[in-house]
């Protein structure tokens, strides 16, 4: 069966300072990936999405960038932090081409920014 | 500007009653998606409805995709505490590997 693990869970960073948050995805081979982010419990925002190693799509400009260096994971960086990237940050997968593009999430990371 | 409008934002029932929250779109999509999101945790998918006016049944709750795949409702009958949490609508549309999200309907069914 397929898992996704998403690390670490919580993180409290202050203003500046770099980003590192890893998702990894077992059990499957070549899947789409994506990174969203939920901000104080709403709708979730596409960051980014990847559909193969070393391909990466953004979605929307801000400070923040995403790597795929292996196929079943994907990373999402910064060098240099804002108040305004706090919030839940969500890893995904899907099957490519599949139908209705189920996505299977990860438990989240929360990112808080002081 | 938001390419799905869900409806309520926030719904608060007593257990035992019965409730309607509403994905609405100008757009046309391929298929459509409701998940459920616990505080904390990442959403977990409820059903996906792909053809126009389809209608789809998962115990107490009933899906609805609109004629025309621009949007789709979800009926709760007799709530209970256990169906509290955020409900969000996705939509996939033609062939894109993107899913869009609305911005949620939060749920609180009160004992």
């Known amino acids: 069966s397929q898992t996704i693990h998403q690390w670490p869970a919580t993180l409290v960073q202050p203003v500046g300072s770099p980003l590192s948050l890893e998702c990894t995805v077992e059990?499957?081979?070549?899947?789409?990936l994506y990174w969203y982010r939920q901000a104080a419990g709403r709708g979730l925002q596409l960051l980014f999405y990847?559909?193969?190693?070393?391909?990466i799509s953004s979605e929307v400009p801000q400070n923040l960038s995403a790597s795929r260096p292996q196929d079943r994971q994907f990373i999402l960086s910064s060098k240099k932090l804002l108040l305004s990237d706090s919030g839940f940050y969500l890893c995904?997968?899907?099957?490519?081409?599949?139908?209705?593009?189920?996505?299977?999430f990860g438990a989240g990371s929360r990112l808080t920014v002081l | 500007t938001q390419l799905l409008e869900q409806s309520p934002q926030f719904l608060s029932i007593q257990e035992g009653e019965n409730l309607t929250v509403y994905c609405n779109s100008s757009?046309?999509?391929?298929?459509l998606q409701w998940y459920r999101q616990e505080p904390g945790e990442g959403p977990v998918l409820l059903v996906t409805?792909?053809?126009?006016?389809e209608v789809k049944k998962l115990k107490r709750l009933t899906f609805q995709f609109g004629d025309a795949r621009k949007d789709s409702s979800l009926h709760i009958t007799a709530a209970q505490p256990g169906d509290t949490g955020l409900y969000l609508c996705?939509?996939?549309?033609?062939?894109?590997?993107?899913?869009?999200f609305g911005k949620g309907t939060k749920l609180t069914v009160n004992p």
């Open positions: 995904a997968w899907s099957v490519p081409g599949a139908g209705a593009n189920v996505l299977t």
């Open positions: 059990g499957t081979s070549n899947p789409n």
């Open positions: 990847s559909v193969g190693i070393g391909q």
């Open positions: 757009s046309v999509f391929s298929s």
């Open positions: 409805v792909v053809t126009g006016g």
């Open positions: 996705a939509g996939r549309k033609g062939g894109s590997e993107k899913l869009v």
